[in-house]
């Protein structure tokens, strides 16, 4: 059996100008992770996204940076935010 793929849980808020692009799909495709969205709160002026993304160590790093890049602000977060 293989070990299951590493997986981070991100904290991403991200400013008006953001709201409209598919971020999380630009990720998917680009770096081949793949997402769980555990929370969100998008609104016309600003968003944030609880984000757990799974995929190979230098993906997840690539993608996280992409993030970044664009405006978002990313912080990684510890533990289980949802449970249940």
Known sequence: MS???PSVRLFVSFPE???ERPM????????????????ANVEAHSGWVI???????????RAIEYLEGLGCRVNRMEGDVVEG
């Open 24 to 39: 999380i799909y630009e990720i998917v495709r680009g770096y081949d992770v793949v997402p769980n969205i555990r929370r």
């Open 3 to 5: 070990a299951p793929a």
């Open 51 to 61: 984000l757990e993304l799974t995929g190979p160590h230098d993906q997840l790093d």
């Open 17 to 19: 100008e953001l709201v």
